[in-house]
């Protein structure tokens, strides 16, 4: 069988590091001919390690996708969120199914209307919802299925950012201003509302959530220190977040996210000339540091979620009670422990170490989503849009109910006063 082939639409870190590797571990699977991406040093690199031609190099999706004609199998859609909706649409309407990496868009609107396109062009549209594709989160899925913990009552699950990644990413980065990307609980948790419906596997019936920016802003500056940190900051030494001091040290790597030139040179160029050389109390952030989001699923069951970027790990751990038993899981370990009421008996089950990122999620991803494509499957995909938009909706609904100081909001009203604003 011929590998199919993509093109990739965006090649930052998540097109260039998490999906674009599988197609040279996998040539024999998949075939990257064509990319877009508007960053010259970015593209030709792209270029260079798939062996594209120079007829498949665009600067901007519109270049390739006002074609006459689809050059490819699949549109891999790795543009930052707001940028997702058009080129998702033109790609479906030409005949590419579609990878399209979370959130599915900033705009509610918009995602269902992506969802309705994709059913009426008969097109797979799968969301990089990546946790669906781990051992870990699939086991428990499977357990919970499978009546291991008997009727779940209740979950628990709390997103440890890190502190260092959330001044990287949500303060100074990409998705620290929800009006120019997402508001936090869609950019970053829509992964955990989605996951706590899919181990669930019932809808969620209504949300409620608080949450603030409290700490990165500007009262909290330290006395004198200047819009960017290597303008000479006098609380250099007590400031852990002090970029000269993060970048060019334990957080070089995260300097590979704003430079190609990953020399100390490089990157303090890099610090002088972009956002992440500001100070975090001096930017332009408006996302919430810290979120909890209540919610009530169909027959009864409730699961609370709490987001907070103050912690000293990343990772996801959680807690899932039953009528029967308990389940208990840290992601960072990679293990779950299951207790059983009546026994009392505790079995505590320990992955293998995963491949890639998200826990080996990245790859299984492109794995299932190239499988579900060439076996011409009838059914939605483990991540499909359709699944995806409710889980969406839950993250919408959450950041309304939060800036209306926790209201409650039913999903299902939610959905229908949505619906009647779409049109195709």
């Not at 260039?16 to 590797?21: D, E, H, I, N, S």
């Not at 859609?77 to 979370?102: N, Q, S």
């Not at 975090?280 to 970027?309: I, K, L, P, W």
């Not at 938009?389 to 609904?397: N, T």
């Amino acid at each position: 069988m011929k590998p199919m082939t993509a093109i990739i639409i965006g090649a930052g870190d998540r097109g260039l590091r998490a999906y674009a590797p599988y197609a040279i571990e996998y040539p024999n699977e998949l075939k990257i001919i064509g990319v877009a991406e508007p960053n010259s040093e970015r593209r030709i690199k792209f270029q260079q390690a798939h062996h594209i031609s120079h007829e498949h190099c665009y600067e901007n999706w519109e270049d390739v996708l006002n074609l006459d004609k689809r050059i490819a199998d699949i549109a891999i859609i790795c543009t930052l969120d707001r940028f997702h909706f058009k080129p998702t649409m033109k790609a479906l309407e030409l005949g590419y199914h579609v990878l399209l990496e979370k959130p599915m868009s900033p705009d509610p609107v918009e995602c269902i209307a992506m969802e309705q396109a994709a059913k009426k062009y008969n097109r797979q549209l799968t969301i990089c919802h990546v946790l669906r594709y781990t051992e870990f989160w699939a086991t428990i899925k499977k357990m919970i299925s499978q009546g291991e913990i008997g009727e779940v009552v209740s979950l628990q699950l709390n997103e440890n950012v890190e502190v260092m990644h959330m001044s990287h990413s949500f303060v100074r980065g990409n998705w620290n201003n929800k009006e120019k990307s997402s508001p936090m609980i869609l950019q970053k948790s829509c992964h955990d509302m989605d996951i706590i419906s899919f181990v669930l596997g019932k809808d969620c019936k209504r949300v409620s959530s608080y949450g603030s920016l409290m700490h990165f802003k500007e009262e909290n500056a330290p006395i004198g220190a200047p819009m960017r940190c290597l303008d000479g900051c006098p609380a250099e030494l007590e400031c852990p977040f002090h970029a000269g001091k993060y970048y060019l040290g334990e957080g070089k790597g995260w300097a590979r996210k704003f430079t190609e030139d990953h020399t100390n040179e490089g990157i303090i160029k890099a610090l002088n000339e972009t956002h992440y050389g500001r100070c975090v109390y001096r930017s332009d952030n408006n996302v919430v540091d810290h979120q909890v989001v209540n919610m009530e699923f169909e027959g009864g069951a409730t699961a609370t979620f709490s987001m907070c970027g103050f912690t000293r790990e990343q990772t996801r751990m959680v807690q899932i009670m039953g009528t029967k038993g308990e389940i208990r899981g840290n992601m960072a370990e990679n293990s779950i422990s299951i207790f059983d009421f009546l026994s009392k008996h505790e079995t505590v089950i320990h992955f293998n170490k995963p491949i890639g990122g998200h826990g080996g999620g990245d790859k299984g991803i492109i794995r299932t989503f190239l499988s579900e494509i060439q076996n011409g499957s009838k059914r939605d995909s483990v991540s499909s849009a359709s699944a995806s938009v409710r889980s969406h909706l839950m993250a919408f609904a959450a950041e309304e109910s939060r800036l209306n100081h926790g209201q409650s909001i039913a999903i299902e009203e939610y959905y229908q006063r949505l619906v009647e604003n779409i049109q195709l």
